[in-house]
């Protein structure tokens, strides 16, 4: 059997970006020492869909 440390949110599309930058900062303090590598996968993804929304393209991040 594996172990596994599951975190679940749920995000209030409401106030999507408070509870994403929260979801962000509780990956990370379970994550010590991967923060980079977590960091640029999503600044890497966020660049993308940042690019893609201000050219006025569909985001649809995959």
Known sequence: M?????????V????AAA???E???AVLAVNPGRELEILHALDEKIGLA???AEGGEDIGIN
């Open 50 to 52: 940042l690019a893609a």
């Open 2 to 10: 594996k172990k596994r440390c599951l975190l679940e949110f749920t």
């Open 19 to 21: 509870d994403l930058t």
């Open 12 to 15: 209030d599309v409401t106030t």
């Open 23 to 25: 979801m962000i900062t």
